[in-house]
């Protein structure tokens, strides 16, 4: 990861005049700035001002299970899954991070913090999964829990163990595939992580009913650097114990970031559904879908025309949020080389384009995974040097 890293192509300001044709562009991480263009057009109707003696308490609700989060924003996010339809809010509890990755970690605590566990329970996702999460379960070298690769390849009985934990990421980073659960034994304990699960990126087809869900602000709406995340959690003692993570780890979470964020959350349930059909251009969503949508079609009209790659293909699939039939239109580019045991990250590499290779997400070298939501200008260079790839690249 290469977050220490200075961006070398204008991804963090999208109209960057300075962008570098001839320099590397960017497409490793997700950052969302493809999103910006729609926040500078809202102006200064989000824009919000805190004076030096607000908010100064490290307490937000005291009486509430989860003392530090904003009450404005727990109001924001049960309006906009109402909204939206794409998760169940009601009788859960949410519990706020600062990013997800913080709910993934406090998650896995949460999941195997019993205080008689011996040895570390398994995590494990399908592959190819997200290539955060065997660094993240890893990197403390915890007695708790511990990566353990593939769900299609996990062996509960080999590994002497009675339960595990499962993270089901649907859509799918890196691959937009809708997931279940796949290691479906007793024992085992489900995080759903539904990062992508908005009308942007995938048709809504039902709420999503689970015992953990993970959403966060950077995907929804693209506010990657306030770093909020939220979870919606059933059981009140899974609740709790999140809530400790969170308690021991960061006291809490900012409260600048949760009252901006409940905000702009707000803002997208004001102007939801209803606006859609009278075709408002005030609506994210809306616009988002178009954005991502035309996004999808450049790129496949590329990967048609040069013959090199395969890209997923997605169902059509009704949308409760939109009532159309839409394809999903994820945040990454799945993309595959056609010809078998290229090293495709090198490929696309050599032609200055920084991506991230299949094995990372516990898949082949042949793939490598291509961020969607880069600026206009980045995404531009992206097709231009795509389609200059030749083949006999061997
Ligand atoms: N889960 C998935 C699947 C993601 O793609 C990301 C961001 N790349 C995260 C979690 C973490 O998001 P956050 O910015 O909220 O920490």
Redesign the pocket.
């Known amino acids: 990861v290469v977050f220490n890293q200075k961006a070398s192509n204008g991804s963090t300001k999208s109209s960057s005049p300075s962008t570098n044709i001839s320099k590397t562009i960017n497409l490793d991480?997700?950052d969302p700035t493809v999103f910006e263009p729609y926040w500078r057009k809202m102006g200064d109707k989000c824009t919000m001002v805190i004076s030096a003696s607000d908010s100064m308490s490290y307490f937000s609700d005291a009486g509430n299970l989860c003392w530090f989060l904003e009450p404005k924003l727990g109001d924001s996010i049960r309006n906009l899954h109402h909204e939206i339809g794409n998760a169940k809010s009601n009788g859960r509890h949410i519990v706020v991070?600062?990013?997800?990755?913080?709910?993934?970690q406090a998650a896995l605590y949460a999941l195997s913090s019993s205080p008689d566990r011996t040895h570390p329970i398994s995590v494990v996702s399908a592959a190819p999964y997200?290539s955060?999460y065997p660094e993240e379960t890893d990197y403390l070298r915890s007695g708790l829990y511990k990566w353990a690769g593939d769900a299609y390849k996990f062996d509960k009985e080999e590994d002497g163990n009675t339960n595990y934990i499962e993270v089901v990421?649907s859509p799918?980073?890196p691959d937009g595939s809708i997931r279940e659960a796949v290691v479906k034994r007793t024992g085992g304990k489900l995080i759903h992580?539904l990062?992508?699960y908005w009308p942007q990126y995938t048709p809504i087809t039902r709420p999503a009913d689970h015992d953990i869900m993970?959403f966060?602000?950077?995907?929804c709406t693209g506010h990657?650097g306030s770093?909020?995340?939220w979870a919606l959690v059933k059981d009140t003692e899974v609740a709790k114990k999140m809530i400790k993570f969170i308690e021991l780890n960061s006291i809490g979470v900012s409260k600048e970031s949760q009252l901006r964020a409940a905000m702009i959350l707000g803002k997208l349930s004001d102007n939801s559904y209803q606006n859609l059909n009278s075709n408002k251009p005030d609506n994210f969503f809306e616009f988002s879908q178009c954005l991502l949508a035309e996004r999808w079609k450049k790129l496949r009209e590329v990967v048609k025309r040069n013959q090199l790659f395969i890209l997923p293909d997605y169902p059509l699939e009704y949308c409760n949020f939109t009532r159309k039939f839409t394809q999903s239109h994820p945040?990454f580019a799945w993309l595959q080389c056609k010809e078998e045991d290229v090293d495709c990250e090198k490929l696309i590499k050599a032609h200055k384009m920084m991506v991230r290779g299949g094995v990372r997400f516990g898949a082949e070298k042949k793939y490598v995974r291509v961020s969607m939501l880069s600026s206009e200008v980045v995404f531009n260079l992206f097709l231009q040097r795509l389609s200059a790839i030749k083949g006999n690249f061997n």
């Open positions: 991480q997700g991070g600062t990013g997800s990755t913080q709910l993934y997200y955060q990421n799918s980073n992580d990062a992508y993970l966060t602000f950077s995907k990657a770093r909020i995340g945040a």
